[in-house]
């Protein structure tokens, strides 16, 4: 009989992932490029912080939304000798670059403001609500697009998360051309400047914080590793679950590779496919399993995570 103890299995189980939304993007890229221009027109003609601060989040968003683009067409590259999963974590390092670029406008949108306050300039605030009504518009517009495909990928929630957020900041600047045109109050534009950084920040921080995970490859979000282990456990014939490791392939392709202590080799093929079973409809697609019978030096081992 063969020995399995050593013995790899490499059948790979694969669900379908998110195709390139191409129409969408380049359409939404398209809007907001447009919106970018106008906005940015009008905050140096006016002298709108608020604007061109909005403006300036809205191209980052652009080059996001680019980049987005580029992940999925890497994403499809085939595998070769130098790269045998393709090039699938190319769409995790962009993740994490469009975390990045959304943090340096941050700090530059900040810093501006201080300036400002420090020489406050008199804003034509109808002007600045009317531009910015425009702004709800197209990133509402824009959210809507990216919508129903936010839900399997980290990259198009991402954007959609942005969008959404664009949405209100706009309403928040629309706000804050108002009081200026019934108040006179020139210094609640880089007030709102500074809150457009804050919601920035605030819904940058969880794409940070997952592609940061996803590029050191832990545990991707949504994968609970003991309920992973305990429904492969829950399989027929299955003694015993170790040396598991999950990662992310990319940001719509998690992975596995575990020890699998059977009991009865004899239905060995049927036990790894129960579990491939269970672990795809769990989120993960790719799985290798080393199957293993009760006694040998690696089934003898306690621990589940180890390397």
């Known amino acids: 009989m063969e020995d399995i103890h050593h013995h790899h299995h490499h059948h790979h189980a694969h669900v379908h992932e998110v195709k390139s939304p191409n129409g969408i993007f380049i359409l939404s890229i398209a809007l907001n490029a447009a919106f970018v221009i106008v906005e940015a027109g009008v905050g140096f003609w006016q002298g709108s912080l608020s604007l061109l601060s909005d403006a300036g989040h809205n191209l980052g968003d652009v080059f996001s939304l680019l980049l987005v683009l580029a992940a999925f067409r890497l994403s499809a590259v085939h595998p070769s000798k130098s790269f045998t999963y393709g090039l699938k974590k190319s769409t995790v390092l962009i993740s994490l670059l469009n975390a990045i670029i959304l943090l340096v406008a941050v700090g530059a949108i900040a810093v501006e403001s201080a300036r400002k306050f420090a020489e406050p300039a008199e804003v034509n605030g109808a002007a600045v609500s009317w531009t910015a009504f425009v702004g709800i518009i197209v990133n509402g517009a824009t959210a809507l697009l990216l919508m129903r495909g936010q839900k399997g990928d980290i990259n198009v929630r991402g954007a959609f998360l942005h969008m959404a957020a664009d949405t209100l900041v706009s309403a928040g600047v629309v706000v804050s051309g108002l009081i200026i045109t019934f108040t006179g109050w020139s210094v609640v534009d880089p007030i709102v400047s500074l809150a457009i950084a804050a919601a920035i920040l605030v819904s940058t921080w969880r794409l940070l914080s997952e592609s940061l ?95």
């Open 213 to 307: 995970r996803l590029t050191l490859d832990g545990t991707p979000r949504g994968i609970d590793p003991d309920g992973v282990v305990a429904a492969m456990e829950g399989c027929a014939h299955v003694e015993n679950v170790h040396h598991v490791h999950i990662w992310a392939m990319s940001t719509t392709v998690n992975a596995l590779t575990a020890h699998v202590v059977i009991d009865d080799t004899a239905l060995m093929e049927q036990a790894k496919a129960d579990i491939k079973a269970r672990l795809a409809a769990l989120g993960i697609a790719h799985s290798t399993l080393e199957m293993e019978t009760r006694g040998s030096r690696c089934a003898d081992h306690d621990h589940t995570y180890v390397g």
